[in-house]
T-cell receptor
Framework: DGGITQSPKYLFRKEGQNVTLSCEQNLNHDAMYWYRQDPGQGLRLIYYSQIVNDFQKGDIAEGYSVSREKKESFPLTVTSAQKNPTAFYLC??????????????FGEGSWLTVV | AQKVTQAQTEISVVEKEDVTLDCVYETRDTTYYLFWYKQPPSGELVFLIRRNSFDEQNEISGRYSWNFQKSTSSFNFTITASQVVDSAVYFCALSEDPSNGRGADGLTFGKGTHLIIQP
């Protein structure tokens, strides 16, 4: 099936540890994104990548890192520098074609809890 | 800077009632795109509709309809004859024109409206 796959669905991390969230898409989309969602809040952009081997910081990039070595993959690392990492993380992708209006499609999300 | 406001934090109605979710946006662009997404309890965001700034026609899809008014910078979403399965958090979002040269990307989201449909 075509879509965006995030793993793991649930992840627990001890304070001081880095953790990496996986995001894979088979939609042949050029652009990929990571959003963070806190309870009762909207989504906030962490990082985005418009093309392989290139990525840009979003609104809340501090304490996070990403890589884009392959078109279909955009992993997010939550580092120990992130002060409050417990949240719901959503990966997304889009075609970047102007005619499509940059419609962004989302994965099912990953819950990260720091214990 | 772009901004999306969903003033209604939570709405609760009885099944079969009509309900309207409000969305007000701010942008300096003349070309932009507006979206609505549904987030059921499972967490995934489901795309509902996209509207570009040059198309002010209202749209109807089954029990869903959208009212886009540039004069008031609003893009409201109405569910007619609501059902329990409509219970979810609904997000309104705004995207700039990817060709505007500013290099910005991604969507700006409102904080969402939690819709509760009671049986």
């Amino acid at each position: 099936d075509g879509g965006i796959t995030q793993s793991p669905k649930y992840l627990f991390r001890k304070e001081g540890q880095n953790v990496t969230l996986s995001c894979e898409q088979n939609l042949n989309h050029d652009a990929m994104y990571w959003y963070r969602q806190d309870p009762g809040q909207g989504l906030r952009l962490i990082y985005y990548s418009q093309i392989v081997n290139d990525f840009q910081k979003g609104d809340i990039a501090e304490g996070y890192s990403v890589s884009r070595e392959k078109k279909e993959s955009f992993p997010l690392t939550v580092t120990s520098a992130q002060k409050n990492p417990t949240a719901f993380y959503l990966c997304a992708s889009s075609t970047r074609q102007i005619a499509t209006g940059n419609t962004i499609y989302f994965g099912e999300g990953s819950w990260l809890t720091v214990v | 800077a772009q901004k999306v406001t969903q003033a209604q934090t939570e709405i609760s109605v009885v099944e079969k009632e009509d309900v309207t979710l409000d969305c007000v946006y701010e942008t300096r662009d003349t070309t932009y795109y507006l979206f609505w997404y549904k987030q059921p309890p499972s967490g995934e965001l489901v795309f509902l509709i996209r509207r570009n700034s040059f198309d002010e026609q209202n749209e109807i899809s089954g029990r869903y309809s959208w009212n886009f008014q540039k004069s008031t910078s609003s893009f409201n979403f109405t569910i007619t004859a609501s059902q329990v399965v409509d219970s979810a958090v609904y997000f309104c979002a705004l995207s700039e024109d990817p060709s505007n040269g500013r290099g910005a990307d991604g969507l700006t989201f409102g904080k969402g409206t939690h819709l509760i449909i009671q049986p």
